[in-house]
């Protein structure tokens, strides 16, 4: 409790009103008051997520600041919150994100500004619902209720093949969605009435509906993250979004899908978790290897990175199916950790976007002459998507390859060739958009970082370097929920 | 906090303190103070390093975390200090050799516009080196590994406007994660089968994990510490250059000559002997290990030197000869020889740096000109130069007297000894390359030095020997050029590495060549009489006489030689097999992966290809919502007739 007030109902409805109220400024007449009404709005969402994380017992693997009330008592449907060791980073990464997406946009959005700022807001606390809802129903509204901000951001101000993708990303996630609807239902059935996600994990479920829930969870959250081959639609999805847009798909969206793993498919059907462990493993070896050497053929600087986010997710999905604490702490942070860099990486691409109105490597070259201070950001970003100790990107992939290696050599053999391929694809596409001589005079007349450009990308910057040197206090959090939800994975529900 | 603890912990901060200011503020404070303050922290490191390596010597080991890195699935990632007589020297030589590149940095880069940059890189460098010697686990000691391939990176392309820089050091960061690759699975498989990443813990445990074994390929198990051994060493052959990941490091020439020196001839590429050495209670325990490292060393030692014969290019010919010298203290390691590898280590991190650092001193005085034909007869215009050089070139040739050849000797002696399959060959080569050596480091005396001056009227009339910065450090780098080695008595055969270098009975070498020496003078005398010694003399004589004598000789025998020649001008192709395959391949394989599986399969057939069978069955079904009322009824009309006659024909 805050001020009397429920902490977690607090940091879901909080933006969305502060959404709301930047949507009633109205037209661009009053766009500047628009913009600060945001600013204000995202920083208070993250100043009240704050205590989550300071006053969270990291002894305790419990939902805590739980919140419970009836919402359709007919169907037994609860606003039940709570949050665990999960779910908590992953709260305070979008509440973290928020306000960076909104100076980000300051300059570069003039048309329908307090729309744009709003459809941030709110998103920012739909998704904050989907990391607490301890009910299956409110689960899949917010779910499904993420999707609609994030196709209107696309639709309107993305690029010129923005309808294409819109719809793209929203058949496909739907689609993904339909059949975890029919899975909670089939719950519901079985729990005789209940739609709470804490009942399901103690739900005896023989084998075969075992199998079933874990298919329908699994297009739901295979799309969302997402896993070779349901990826398509990210790459497109990227290079239609604005800036803004692809800073909140990779670093937020994504980390849904995996959420989704850890909170449905392993405690509920342990036992089909375990059966198709390996067809996991190897989608999410198929991730690393094959979309890394996708991600070193692209001309499109947005398209690459997104590539490079599908096999950075192929990590976080590969750590869940190895079983034990080192490959689930390691796929946690790798998901907070991809949060810092793939968001670092579009903002340094949308930078570059804002000046010269192309995402193409080739019209690029010797960025550096002319940027040096951006040059040296992106540089540490680089770094960082390729895994370079001492940075966030190397915490997870490090973690989850040792895990790897425990259960299987070749496991850890495969994922480690990502060691390689990032290094090539980010640092390939670095040498040709930053070094060189000037390519052209549209580069010979290239501004550095302003101020505001500058505070983002360093506040990002500290939270990649600050992971990366010393990443306990982010381990610390999720032991005892991690520990509690493998041994509960250990259990057969047979 | 003892005081110890705290000069510990300034050592590798006092750099990165200096990195920060020159990087962060450099701007700001301009290009004397950011020298200034990079100096003067360095100094401090130096200082410092010095006062820890005497209390080492007082017998006083210090192994202990500074904080916890992270605790994931019940272990314990640590970043901490393990200050024992290896580490302790390995600071003295790191901070010393970086400091005088530091000063000599103020006159090469001198007018440069990354004038700062260029300290705080250097800087940053120090410390991430710094941080890999003195780590106590095999953690920190891939963070500092990681961290000097990444300001090698970044100073290799210095220069980012030159496209054969940023070329240069993309391959070498590339070439180096190779073996990043198989270092990280061996770091993995330590920590599987010990549970632990702390060293002393790991070689406590190291003859328990020599009996076991593991099954990489089902049904085929392999001794687990020769995996993990080999593993390791696959990390050692990226970053010390190895056959067949030795690519990268004639191209990192492209950078500035102070790191060439400091980088990528006296420290970094020096890791992978240390990180060995460091290792070695594992590695003794695994002879097919130490047999593979035999013969990459040996590979490396033979084939990289007589690539050197064939350059032109001053800096390239040193870089070469770098190569060859890694390949010598791999050799030594093989042969279990791991103090000789780290002697050498030291006094190669000498008169390697002199050689480099003196190139450099001749590119300053001839505008940037690399290339050995268009000099000559720079004695008489940079004497100090020359002379430092000149004592540096006969360290490398192995002259009696100066420290390579004690060095150089003692791993000769020791393969002798050795009797691990693979000594033979690695024995072979170590000789051979001996002539080999003499003869191109002479080849680059006399024809840099010697003769006529063959540059243009411009330059040779403004050739001059550079200035107090430059000439400095040589001076001060040509004293243990010649005077490391005479410590070969305490530091080999006194038992300075104590228990920081662990060597089996059986593998003695180092133990029956101490019973066979008596002093540095008894040394050169007994050295006089064998095949070494006098290897190296005709190399020196066959350099003066194709280079002084019959100058003309040189070309005729290129020409002869003809595809032999070509084969290692090229570089025996290795380049250029590599970019086709590794990097033409990646390429082709990513385009194809992702035009055929995502472009054409996932997207053109199933997700598009779904839409349009949706498209299509909505347009069949679209027919049927014509609008006509007649054809509603007529359906109507079918309908009804149908289930009439089921109902009529069921009952």
Same mark, same amino acid.
């Not at chain 1, 689930?328 to 942070?333: F, N, Q, R, S, T």
């Not at chain 2, 005085?365 to 007869?377: L, V, Y």
């Not at chain 2, 057939?605 to 290809?609: E, F, K, P």
């Given at each position: ?10 940091v879901i ?11 009633a ?27 989550l ?10 939902m805590q ?18 949050v ?29 500004v ?11 606390g ?28 696309? %639709? ?25 609807l ?6 519901y059935q079985?729990? %005789?009435?209940?739609?709470s ?15 079933l ?25 990227h ?30 059907v ?14 999410s070896?198929?991730a690393v ?32 199916? $190895?079983?034990?604490?080192?490959g ?6 790798q ?12 903002l340094?691409? %949308?930078?570059?976007?804002?000046r $010269?109105?192309?995402r193409?490597?080739?019209d ?32 997870g992939?490090?973690i ?37 001589e ?7 007349a $290239?501004?550095?970082?302003? %101020?505001?450009?500058?505070a ?12 990366g ?23 057969s529900?047979? | ?22 990087g962060?503020?450099?701007r700001v404070?301009?290009?004397?103070w950011?020298h ?7 100094m401090?490191c ?15 080991v210090? +192994? ?10 019940? !272990? ?8 024992d ?7 003295v ?10 000063v000599?940095t103020?006159?090469? !880069? ?9 300290f ?9 080196? =710094?941080?890999?010697v003195?780590?106590? +686990? ?30 240069? +050091?993309? *391959? ?8 990043d ?7 993995g =498989? ?33 001794? =687990? ?21 030795h ?13 060439s ?25 695994s ?17 990289m ?6 350059? +032109?290019?001053? *800096?390239r ?12 203290m ?34 300053i ?6 290339? !050995? ?5 720079l ?28 060095? *150089? ?7 002798h ?10 024995y ?8 080999v050596?003499?003869f ?19 330059t ?22 010649i ?8 530091m ?32 050169m ?8 010694f ?24 290129s020409?002869?030689a003809?595809?032999?020649?070509? &084969? ?12 086709? &395959? ?12 992702? *035009? ?8 053109g ?5 779904a ?16 609008g ?24």
């Open positions: 409790m805050l001020f009397g007030l429920p902490l977690l109902s607090l409805w909080l933006p969305i009103l502060a959404g709301i109220g930047v949507l400024t109205g037209g661009d007449r009053n766009a500047q008051v628009a913009r600060w009404c945001a600013l204000a709005g995202s920083i208070a969402g993250l100043l009240v997520a704050i205590p994380y300071t006053r969270f017992d990291p002894l305790s693997s419990a600041f739980e919140e419970r009330s009836a919402w359709i008592e007919y169907f037994n449907i609860h606003y039940h919150l709570g665990d060791g999960i779910a908590m980073p992953l709260i305070l990464l979008n509440c973290f994100t928020t306000p960076l997406v909104v100076i980000a946009g300051w300059q570069v959005i003039t048309q329908r307090s729309q744009y700022m709003g459809a941030f807001l709110i998103m920012s739909i998704v904050n619902g989907v990391f607490s809802s301890l009910d299956a129903i409110l689960f899949y509204v917010f779910w499904e209720a993420s999707l609609i901000p994030m196709f209107l951001i696309i %639709g309107v101000w993305g690029g010129p093949n923005r309808v294409y993708a819109a719809i793209k990303f929203f058949l496909y996630t739907l689609l993904g969605s339909l059949l975890m029919v899975a909670f239902i089939y719950l079985m729990s %005789g009435g209940s739609f996600i804490q009942d399901y994990h103690h739900l005896p479920l023989p084998l075969t509906p075992q199998i829930i874990f298919v329908a969870f699994l297009l739901a959250f295979a799309v969302k993250v997402p896993m070779w081959p349901v990826h398509t639609w990210l790459p497109d999805a290079v239609e979004a604005p800036t803004g847009g692809s800073v909140v798909l990779a670093a937020i969206l994504l980390k849904m899908g995996g959420y989704g793993f850890l909170r449905f498919s392993l405690p509920i342990p036992d089909a978790s375990h059966q198709l462990a390996t067809l996991m493993i190897a989608l070896l198929v290897v094959y979309i890394g050497l996708v991600a070193l053929v692209q001309a499109d600087m947005k398209k690459l990175i997104a590539y490079s986010s599908v096999a950075h997710m192929g990590f976080v999905t590969l750590g869940f199916f $190895l079983f034990n604490a080192l689930l702490e390691g796929a946690i942070v998901m907070i950790s991809h949060g810092f860099i793939s968001g670092a990486m579009f340094c691409v %949308g930078v570059l976007y804002d $010269l109105h192309s193409q490597i080739a690029y070259g010797g960025v550096a002459n002319r940027m040096p201070v951006f040059a040296a950001f992106f540089m540490l970003f680089g770094m960082a998507n390729s895994g370079l100790p001492g940075t966030s990107g190397f915490v992939e490090f989850i390859i040792m895990a790897a290696i425990q259960v299987d050599f070749w496991y850890g053999f495969l994922a480690a060739t990502s060691l390689i391929t990032g290094a090539a694809y980010t640092l390939w596409m670095y040498k040709r958009v930053v070094f060189g000037v390519a052209s005079p549209a580069v010979e $290239l501004d550095d970082v302003n %101020g505001r450009e500058i983002i990308l360093a506040i990002l910057a500290a939270a990649v370097l600050g992971m040197l010393c990443p306990a206090p982010f381990t610390e959090v999720m032991h005892a929920t991690v520990d509690e939800l493998l041994a509960h994975v250990a259990r529900k047979l | 906090m003892t005081d110890m603890q705290t000069l510990y912990l300034l050592i590798p901060l006092a750099p990165l303190a200096g990195a920060l200011i020159a962060l503020l450099g404070i301009g290009t004397t950011s200034r303050a990079t100096i003067a922290l360095m401090a130096v200082a410092a390093s010095i006062t820890v390596f005497m209390d080492v010597l007082e017998g006083n210090y +192994n202990g975390s500074v904080y916890t890195w992270a605790v994931s699935g019940g !272990m314990h990632f640590e970043v901490g200090f393990l200050i007589r290896l580490s302790a020297m390995m600071m030589v790191v901070s010393g050799v970086s400091l005088m590149v530091h000599y103020i006159g090469y !880069m001198h007018g440069d516009p990354g004038y700062q940059r260029f705080s890189y250097i800087s940053l460098f120090t410390f991430s080196m =710094l941080m890999l003195m780590s106590n +686990n095999f953690l920190q000691l891939f963070f500092g590994w990681e961290a000097v391939g990444l300001v090698s990176y970044l100073l290799i392309g210095f220069w980012y406007t030159r496209p054969t820089a940023v070329y240069a +050091n993309l *391959k070498a960061f590339l070439v180096n994660r190779v073996g690759f198989g270092f990280l699975l061996g770091i =498989l330590v920590l599987l089968h010990a549970g632990t990443l702390d060293y002393a813990e790991v070689f406590t445990q190291a003859p328990r994990l020599a009996t076991e074994t593991i099954d990489i390929i089902p049904g085929a198990p392999w001794a =687990l510490l020769s995996v993990t051994c080999i593993l390791l060493f696959v990390g050692a052959m990226g970053k010390s250059a190895q056959f067949p990941l690519v990268w490091l004639p191209d990192s020439m492209e950078g500035p000559t102070p790191i020196a400091l980088i990528h001839a006296a420290t970094m590429v020096t890791a992978g002997i240390f990180m060995v050495a460091r290792m070695s209670p594992l590695f003794e325990l002879e097919t290990a130490l047999s593979f490292i035999l013969v990459i060393g040996g590979i490396t030692t033979l084939f030197a007589l690539v050197a014969i064939v350059q +032109n290019d001053i *800096k010919v040193v870089a070469y000869s770098t190569l060859s010298q890694l390949g010598y791999t050799v030594a390691l093989g042969a279990s020889a791991y103090s000789a590898g780290v002697f050498h280590l030291m006094t190669h991190a000498f008169f390697k740096a002199v050689l480099f650092l003196g190139a450099g001193s001749v590119i005085a001839m505008h940037h000109e690399q290339d !050995m034909r268009k000099m000559g007869g004695k008489r215009y940079m004497p100090v130069t020359y002379w430092t050089m000149f004592i540096a070139a006969l360290a490398s040739a192995g002259v009696p007297g100066f420290a390579g050849f004690f060095s *150089k000797d003692a791993i000769i002696e020791a393969l000894f050795a009797a691990i399959p693979g000594a033979g060959f690695a072979f080569c170590a000789v051979t390359t001996v002539f050596t003499a191109y480091t002479f080849r680059l005396v006399f024809m840099t030095f010697h003769g006529e001056p063959r540059m243009d009227h411009h040779q009339e403004h050739l001059h020997e550079s200035p107090w910065v430059v000439t400095l450090p040589l001076v001060v780098l040509a004293i243990p050029s005077a490391a080695g005479w410590l070969i008595g305490p080999l055969f006194g038992g300075y590495f104590g228990e920081a270098i662990r060597i089996l009975p059986e593998h003695e070498a180092i133990a029956s060549m101490a019973a066979e020496f008596h002093g540095v003078a008894g040394m005398a007994h050295a006089l009489s064998t095949l070494p006098w290897l190296s003399m005709a190399g020196i004589f066959a350099a003066w006489y194709l280079y002084r004598v019959n100058t003309e000789l040189p070309g005729r025998i020409r002869a003809g595809p032999l020649y070509t &084969l290692l001008d090229r570089k025996y192709f290795i380049d250029e097999f590599y970019s086709w &395959l590794f990097a033409g391949g990646a390429r082709a394989l990513g385009g194809g992966l992702w *035009k055929i599986g995502d472009v054409k399969l996932i997207d057939l199933i997700v598009n290809g839409a349009r069978s949706v498209a299509r069955v909505a347009a069949l079904v679209r027919r049927l919502q014509s006509f009322i007649y054809h509603y009824a007529f359906t109507m009309i079918v309908g009804v007739f149908v289930l009439m006659s089921l109902w009529l024909y069921g009952s």
